[in-house]
C-alpha cells in the first residue's frame, strides 16, 4: 500500500505547486474583481485572458488533463490526488489544467459510456478545454439525499426523448461556454428502485431550457459560473442522447461519483493546507499584549491540531484512493464515504480558525478565507449530506456482523 | 435573582413578538432584493417606505426606543432582553424600534457624556429616528484585541483637534443617513495605558473624511448600511467635540460595551430559536429513505442539543442583565464576556446544523440561514475576539485564589 | 421565576456549606481507607464514629431531612437545588444530612403512596437515619432504556406476591443497614403498555433474596454500599406490599424520578465547581518551563469554559427546580431531561480537565478527582441513558410543530 | 511511502492476531480474578501456570522478541506496529509475546548503550523473558511534563554513585519478578539544561530502596504489576552503573521513547478497533423501542465516526513508524508527538461511547472496557502530557516560517 509520490509523479507536482502559486493564485484577486467589470455572467477580455493565458501554458507544460487515465500521464488515482491537493490552493487551477468539476467527472462519463458521436461532439472540445459543460441531478422538490426520489420526467416520444421538470444547483451552468449538461432523469415509475433513473446528454441550448435563477452560496451567486436552477418545459432530444441506456442511471453515477470526490476532498485537503499557512503567518506575524499572538491563549493548539487533522485526513484520502486504484469500486465505496464526511469537515474547521486568527480581515475580501469556507461548506451537502455517507460507513461496519438488511 | 418575564414586560413583549413575525419578517426578504435596484448605497423609495413604514406602525403603538432606561418603558436590563430576543428574528426588527447597533450605544454615550450642544445635534435626532451614526474603533494595522493599541492620532491645534488614520469595520456608515462618527482615537503614547485614548465626535460630512471601500462579510458588502473602511487626512474639529475630556477613552467604551453586548447576544439568541424553528419543521416536513428526517440518524440529538445550549445560553444572558442591573459595571464584566462567547457560539452551531437539515436550500438565498449564519461569525470578532473574552473569564476565576497578577 | 438564594435559604446554605467543606470533606479520605479495614461490607467501628457523628452534628444544627417538603424546612426545589449541589462536594455529605440517594426518592414514595403500616415500618426509621433502602429497577437480561421491558415476575398467589427474576444496580442493597426495597415489577404481560408493571415494597431479609455480587463501576466495587446484582427466587411478599395497586408502577416511577433527578444534577455541578477550583489551585501552584501552568498553553480556556458551562448547567437546573415547584409535573418532564444529560456532561468534562492540569496525580488516588469521575459517569446511565433523554426533548419540541406521534 | 501489510508480515500476523483472540483473551478475565486469590502482590502458581504457558506457546511458535530490531524477524517500525495493534486487543498479550512495556524500551537502551557486564547480566534474561524491568522516570514533586525538571540527585562518591530522592508511577516495579530499574537521575545542576540528567541502572534489591505504596488508576492498583512510589535513600551503585556518561541523559531517552510511544499507540489502535467490535455487535443484539440499538438515534453516526477516527488514527501512527524507519530521528519526533496526542485520544472516544452501548453494562466488570479506558487515560499523561506534544507540534509548524525560537 504505497501511499508516496512516485518517482514519476514527482517532478510533476513540482511543476504543478510551482505554477499555483507562483502564477495562478496571484491572479485569483483580479479575475474575481473583473467579475463586476461588464456584464458578471460573461467573461470579459480581461478575464478571458487570464484564464486562457494560464491553460495555454499549461498545455505547453504538458500539465493538461492531469485527472485523465487515459490521455496524458495516466496517473493513478493516488498520484493524481497528490496533485488534486495543489490545485485546492488556487481558484483558477482546476481549469488552469483542465481539471475542473464538473467536467472531469462528464469526460469521464463520455469517455466510458458515450457513442462515437458524443465522443467527436462533446468529448474533444472538453479534453481541449473549448467547452464547459454540467451535472444536473440535484432537484428542488425532493430530499436529493434519498436520490432515488429524483424526479425530473423523461418520456419517450417516437425518436425523442422530451423532459420536464426542475433541476438546481447546476454548478458552471451560468457560464455561457458551457454547452452540453449530463442529466438525471427518471425514466419508470415502476421496477426495482435503482432501475427507475437514466442519464441524458442534453445540449445547453435546446428549446425549453429556461435558466431561473442563480442559487447564491452564503450570498454570493459565483458568477460567472454559478450554481443555476433550471426548469425544462418540453425539452426534447433524440433517442440517440440516452447514456447506455433506460434505467442505468444509477450504474452511471456510482462509477462517475468516486474519483470526482477524491479530487473534491484532496482539493479541500489543499485548502485547509492554505488556511494553516496563513494562520501560522499571522500567529507570527500579528502581535497583541505584547507577545506574538502564537503564544497567546490556544494558538500552539489550535495549529497542532490543524496539522494534525490535516495529516491524518489526507493519509485517508490517499487510502481511499488507493482502494479506488485496486479496481473493486464496491470495496473502496466506504472509504469514499469516510473522506467524503471528513475532508470537509476538517477543512472547514481549520479555515474557520484561521479566520478568527486574522481577527475582522478573516472574515473579509482580504484573505482568501471566507470564500473557502463558504465553498467548503458546500462540500457537506453536494454529492450526498454528512448523514448520509455517515450512515453508509456505519452499515459497512455492521455487516460485518451480520447478513441481516441493516 | 427574577429572571422571569415580568407583568409590565409582558404585553409588550407580546406585541413586539407579533410585530416582529407577522408584519417585520415578511419584509426582510423584499428589503434585501430592493438592494440591487437602483444604487446600492442608497435607500431606494421603496426601501424607505418599508422601513419608515415600520418605524411609523412602532412608534404609533409606543414601541419606541425601547432600550432606554431614560425614555419610554426604562425596561431594566433583562426586560429588555427579553424584547432584543425577538428583534433578533427579523432583519428590519432592530432599526424599526430604533434599537439597532450601534445607535443604541451611541445615544447612551450622548445621554451620559455629551454636552447640551450634542444632545440638540445628535441625540434628538437620533431619537428620533431620523439619522443614523456610526462608532469607530477598530484599524486596520493593529490587533484590535488589545484595544490598547488603537492608533488614530488625535493632535490638538489650537481650537481644534486635528485626526489622521484609518479605521475599519464601522458598522453603518455607509448608509447615506449616517450623520455622526463617534471615534476613538488617541491623544497621547505617553503615560498610564488606558488613559492614552480619548473619544471624540465627528460628523460624517467631515472634510478629510473619506470611505475607502466597504469591508466584505463572506462576500457582502451589506449595502447600503456597510462597514466601511475609512481613512482621516487632517480632519478638523473644534475641541468640546471630545467627549468627557482626553484620556477618558476606555472609562466610556467600559460603559458603553456592557448593554450593547447584552443586546447583540439576546438577538444571537433569537437567531438561535429561529434557526431552531426551521430546523424543527423542515424535519418534520422533509422525507427521505421513507421517513420524515426528524425520525433519520443523530437528528433527535441535534433538536435536543440545541433546545439545550439554547436554554442554557439564555439564562446566562438574563443572568449577565441581572448582574448589570445591580448597578456594579466591574462585577458583572465577567458575566458580559462569558455570554460574549457563548451566545454567538450556540447560535452559530445552531444555525449551521439547521442549514445542514434543509440540504443545499439552507446556505441559499432560499433561507435566512446563510446571511443569518455570516452575521453570527462576526459577533465572534467584534468587541473583541473569543480568545480574549476567554482570558477575562480565566482571570477572574484564578483571582479567587491569588493576590498575584495572572 | 426567582432563582435566587431566598433570605430564608441563605443562612441554612451558609451552614451546609461550611459544613461540608469544613467537617465533612475533610474526614472522606479516613472513611474510605477504613474501607479496606475489616468486612469490606460492614461499616466498621471507625466508619460509624465517623458517619454517625456526622449525622448527630447536622441533626443537632438541624440540618436534616433538608429535602423533605414535609419535614423541617420545607424548602422548595429551588431552594433545595443549593443545598444539594454544596452536598456534592463531599462524599459522606448526603448522608450527614440524611439527604442521600436513593433514600430520598424512596422516602417520598412512603411519604405519597405509603399505608399507614409502611409508614411506621419503614419511612419513620429511614426519616430518622436509622435503616437505609434501596430502589430496585434496572435489570441485567432487558435495555433498561426502555423501562417497558422490565420482566422480574411478580404473581398473585392468595393474600401474598410472588416475585422471581433479577435485578442490578441496586444501588445501596450491599450496606447491612440497608432494610428495605422498593422493587419494580411486572404484574401483567398484557394491556396498555405503562399499566403492566408496578412497584411492592420487600423487606431485604425475605427469604429467597440472594446478593450475587456487587457491580463495579472502573473496578470499584462501592463497598460497603455497593451496587448489588440480586436475585429473587420465590421471594413472597404480602398483599399489602404492593404500592397504590397493580399496574401503577411507572405513574409512582415519573413521580419518584424528577426530584431525584435535580438533586443528582445538582450534587454534579457540585463536584464541577470541586473540580474547578482544584484545577484552578493547580494551575496557579505548579509550574512548567518557568511559569505557572495557568499561564501556558489552552489553559486560560480550560478554566474559562468551565466557568461557563457550570454557570449555564446550574441555571439550567435551577429553571428546571422552579418548573417543578410551579406543580405541573408533565411540563416540568422536558426540562429534568435537558439537565439529565447536561449536568453530568459538563461535570464529566470538567473533572477530566483537572485530572488532566494535575498530571499523573489527577487519575490516583491523591485527588477525589478519578473517584469523583467514575461517580458521574454512572449518571449518564443511571435513570436512563443520555439517548433517550435527548430524544425526550426533541420529541417534545418537535410536537410544538405537529399533532402527529413523532 | 508503503504502509501496507509486507509479504513477510502477513503470516506473522495472522498468527498473532489467532493466537490474541483465540488464546491469549480468553484467559484475560481469568488471570485478573486469580488476582484477589493469595497475596495480590505476588503471582499465584495459576497466574504463573497462565503466563507461563502463553509464554511457551509463543516462543515455540517464533513469536518472541517480535519488537527487536536485532533478534528474531527483523521487523520494521510498520510492520511492527501492525502485530503491536493486535497485541493491544488482550491484556496478557504484549507479556506473552516478550513485547511489553517498559521491558522492550528498556532492552533497547541495554542493546544499544549497555556495558557488556550489562547485556549479560540484564538484558539476556530480559530477552528471555525471565526477569522484568521498571524505568523510573517521573518525579512526585515536580512538573515531569517538563522533563528538565526531574531532581532524584546522583552523587559521585569514590567509585559509586549514591541515590537519593523519590520516583513514582513506576509501572511494573511491584512485580516481584522486576529485577532491575533504569533511572533518571540529575548529576548536575548547572550547565546546559539538557546536560544535567543521567540514565543509571541499579538493581531492585538494591539496599535504600523502599516502596511506598502503589499508585491507583481510578481506584486500580493494578496487582500485580503496579505504579510504584518509590523511595531512594543512599541508595549505593558502583560508578560501572552509569550509562553511557553522566549528562546523557536525555540523548538516551530520546532515543528510547520514540519506538515505545508507536508501540503504545498501536496498541491503543487495538484497543479501539475492540471496542468497536464490541460497540457494533451489541448495537444488533439489544433492542429498545422494539428496534436494534443500531438503528436508533445517533447509533449510525457512533460507529461511523469511530470507524473514521481508527482509520485515520491508524494511518497517522503507521506513517509516523515509516518516519522512524527513515532513520532521522529528529525529522520523526512532531509524528511522534502527533500520534501519542491523537491515538490514545481517540480510543478514549471510541470506549467511552463503546461502554454507553452497552448500558450500565458497559461501565462494570462484565466487559473489558472500563478496564480499557482506564488504561488509556493513563496515555494522555504518560511519556507527557497532550499539552506538551501539542505544543511541539506547533512549533515544529511555525519553525517553517521564522528562524526565530517560538
Redesign the interface.
Known sequence: ?????SARLAPVLREVADMVSNEIAPLDAEYFAQVEVGDRWTHNARQLEIIEGLKSKAKDAGLWNLWSPVTGHAFSTVEYAYLAEEMGKAHLAPETFNCNAPDTGNMEVFEKYGSDDMKSRWLEPLLAGEIRSAYLM?E?DV????AT?IALSCVRDGDDYVLNGEK??ATGAGDPRCAVYIVMVRTATEGPRHQQHSMIVVPSDTPGIEKLRA??????DEAPHGHMHIRFTDVRVPASAMLLGEGRGFEIAQGRLGPGRIHHCMRAIGMAEKA??LM??R??A????GKP?????????Y???A??QI???R??CL?AAWMMDQGDARAAAPWIS?IK??APRIALEITDQA??MH???????DTPL??Q??HL??L???DG???V??????????K???QEK?
Open positions: 500500500m504505497d501511499l508516496g509520490i440535484t428542488p430530499a436529493s439525499s434519498d426520489n438546481w444547483w442559487m447564491q452560496v452564503f450570498g454570493d494553516l499557512a501560522s503567518r500567529a507570527l500579528r502581535e497583541a499584549f499572538l502564537a503564544q497567546l491563549g490556544g494558538n500552539f493548539d495549529i497542532a491540531n496539522r494534525m495529516e491524518q485526513a493519509l485517508l487510502k469516510q464526511v471528513e479566520m478568527q481577527g475582522a480581515a478573516g472574515i473579509s475580501q471566507a470564500r469556507w463558504a461548506r458546500t457537506r451537502l453536494a449530506p454528512d448523514a455517507h455517515r450512515r453508509q460507513v456505519a452499515r459497512a461496519e455492521l460485518k456482523y451480520t441493516i
